[in-house]
T-cell receptor, first 111, second 118 residues
Framework: RKEVEQDPGPFNVPEGATVAFNCTYSNSASQSFFWYRQDCRKEPKLLMSVYSSGNEDGRFTAQLNRASQYISLLIRDSKLSDSATYLCVGDSGAGSYQLTFGKGTKLSVIP | GAVVSQHPSWVICKSGTSVKIECRSLDFQATTMFWYRQFPKQSLMLMATSNEGSKATYEQGVEKDKFLINHASLTLSTLTVTSAHPEDSSFYIC??????????????FGAGTRLSVL
């Protein structure tokens, strides 16, 4: 079974804090990874794509370690609007476009 | 960014009826769309891969005769839940892969359909 495992959470952090999420994947054939955020009762929205060793976009940094099969997401200077569930996602590899989702980690940024 | 329209967003139906959900890519073409189901506090589970012009590929444990998928054009896929029962109540979400993205697996999600079967 090809799985993506995430920190169970929830993470409750104050505004301005830095928070990191870790994710491991079991499918060594996976090539592409993504972090999505999902607000309550809404659809997932793409936050970052990770194709090589990492990616950075403003306050968000994703890192990929293929040898250890884990991906991380770092959020700096947390905002209240960052409160959401963060989904770690990997593709199925071998040219497949299917995605495998982790169960998500809930983040609550507190004033 | 790319937009995927999914509707209805919310439907309540009686047990035994069929419900049709549409997933439409508005500003890009998608030869491949995906249908997911998400139960409360669970992750998205892939139900099937919808391929334009050919039969859908279903994941293990998903009944193809119960969840009918039609992908008649490059911008539209439909999921029909036939003879719905209360255990089919869930959040159904579609995604579409942007054909112009090449090898990059960029998928955009519809807003989801919350199905409640009484």
């Amino acid at each position: 079974r090809k799985e993506v495992e995430q920190d169970p959470g929830p993470f409750n952090v104050p505004e301005g804090a830095t928070v990191a999420f870790n994710c491991t994947y079991s499918n060594s054939a996976s090539q592409s990874f993504f972090w999505y955020r999902q607000d309550c009762r809404k659809e997932p929205k793409l936050l970052m794509s990770v194709y090589s060793s990492g990616n950075e976009d403003g306050r968000f940094t994703a890192q990929l370690n293929r040898a250890s099969q884990y991906i991380s997401l770092l959020i700096r200077d947390s905002k209240l609007s960052d409160s959401a569930t963060y989904l770690c996602v990997g593709d199925s590899g071998a040219g497949s476009y299917q995605l495998t989702f982790g169960k998500g980690t809930k983040l609550s940024v507190i004033p | 960014g790319a937009v995927v329209s999914q509707h209805p967003s919310w439907v309540i139906c009686k047990s035994g009826t069929s419900v049709k959900i549409e997933c439409r890519s508005l500003d890009f073409q998608a030869t491949t769309m995906f249908w997911y189901r998400q139960f409360p506090k669970q992750s998205l589970m892939l139900m099937a891969t919808s391929n334009e012009g050919s039969k859908a590929t279903y994941e293990q444990g998903v009944e193809k005769d119960k969840f009918l998928i039609n992908h008649a054009s490059l911008t539209l896929s439909t999921l029909t839940v036939t003879s719905a029962h209360p255990e089919d109540s869930s959040f159904y979400i579609c995604s579409a892969r942007d054909l112009s993205a090449g090898l990059k697996n960029i998928q955009y999600f519809g807003a989801g359909t919350r199905l409640s079967v009484l």
